[in-house]
């Protein structure tokens, strides 16, 4: 854990450098294989530019952050994402319930799993609080009522994760995108979750509801 919200999302800012990153060599020829081998199992996962965690402050209520672009290909990298930052927007219904999916078996990350929310990389230029809501939008067709940051983390092989929650209008549906192919409202219990929900997502559920 290197920050514990929550903040609302005016109180986070991002501020991007100019100067790409430049990954060791290896870690380079480490990407161009991973994205090679996504292709070749027909995943329409492509390279581009996303962000590095360069540096991060907290004050009271609000975090900013010190980004920097390097080739998005770069966390998937086994055992060093080189500190490459994804969002994480995980989703409640109105009534408490937990919004969560089947990742598809072509996915980059976490294929055939079940997740919560919405996530994915930050995007070139992006604030991380706008990604929350952009990756809700574009996985799930729909829009929250409120959602606020909650943590920054380091995951063991260095993908940073920046995490949101997300709640509902009443009566809000959401239609998934082709990333997921099932999907499921969970109980507001989290101990009358379902077997497939895996403890590591309980542990993550218990936490944010903290």
Do not use: K
Not at 29 to 35: F, G, N, S
Not at 38 to 46: M, Q, T, Y
Not at 97 to 117: D, F, K, T
Not at 144 to 152: F, I, K, N, S, T
Request: glycine share 8%; hydrophobic share 45%; with cysteine.
């Amino acid at each position: 854990m290197l920050a514990r919200g929550p903040w609302e999302l005016d109180r986070i800012a991002a501020r991007w450098r100019p100067d790409h990153f430049t990954p060791e060599p290896r870690h380079g020829e480490q990407a161009d294989a991973a994205i090679d081998s996504l292709r070749r199992r027909g995943s329409p996962s492509h390279d581009g530019l996303s962000a590095r965690l360069v540096d991060y402050r907290v004050d009271t209520e609000s975090l900013s952050l010190e980004l920097q672009p390097l080739r998005w290909a770069l966390r998937l990298v086994e055992g060093d994402a080189s500190h490459s930052v994804a969002a994480l927007c995980v989703t409640r219904s109105a009534c408490g319930e937990w919004l969560a999916g089947r990742r598809a078996a072509w996915l980059a990350s976490w294929a055939g799993r079940w997740a919560l929310g919405a996530g994915g990389a930050v995007d070139m230029g992006e604030n991380p609080a706008r990604t929350l809501v952009r990756e809700l939008e574009e996985e799930w067709s729909v829009a929250p009522e409120r959602v606020r940051g909650e943590a920054l983390v380091c995951l063991p092989h260095r993908l940073i994760m920046f995490v949101g929650q997300a709640w509902l209008a009443e009566g809000a549906e959401v239609t998934p995108d082709h990333e997921h192919d099932a999907h499921a409202w969970w109980p507001a219990d989290i101990d009358a979750w379902p077997e497939e929900a895996g403890e590591p997502l309980r542990r993550m559920a218990r936490w944010l509801g903290e």
